[in-house]
């Protein structure tokens, strides 16, 4: 059985930083292509990185330069280094874990991150 469970989050002021885990089992996790994605009250979910098992990072505009994303494959967890955090990253934080080959994808079950003075 497939178990993701992110950890971390809370809250943040404005030009500071939080830290997002997630840990994972049940699945080959060296090959999996990882993503977090994020759910703002009223909006819909949007996807926030992505990285592969063969490295391939991808980040949205408005995020890239402040997060990284990495992951850690002894482990089986990944993580959302998130930096310099404005109040427009106030969401709910989704890690994501798919197969590149059968597209099968696991969720956890998200995490609230607000950013606020």
């Known amino acids: 059985q497939v178990q993701v469970m992110e950890s971390g989050g809370g809250l943040a002021q404005p030009g500071g930083s939080l830290r997002l885990s997630c840990g994972v089992s049940g699945i080959n996790f060296a090959t999996y292509t990882l993503a977090w994605y994020r759910q703002a009250p009223g909006e819909q979910r949007e996807l926030v990185a992505t990285?592969?098992?063969?490295?391939?990072?991808n980040y949205r505009p408005s995020v890239k330069g402040r997060f990284i994303l990495s992951r850690d494959n002894q482990e089986k967890m990944m993580y959302l280094d998130m930096n310099d955090l404005r109040r427009e990253d106030t969401a709910i934080y989704y890690c994501?874990?798919?197969?590149?080959?059968?597209?099968?994808?696991?969720w956890g079950q998200g995490i609230q991150v607000t950013v606020s003075s």
């Open positions: 994501n874990v798919q197969n590149p080959w059968s597209r099968d994808a696991h």
């Open positions: 990285l592969t098992g063969s490295g391939n990072e």
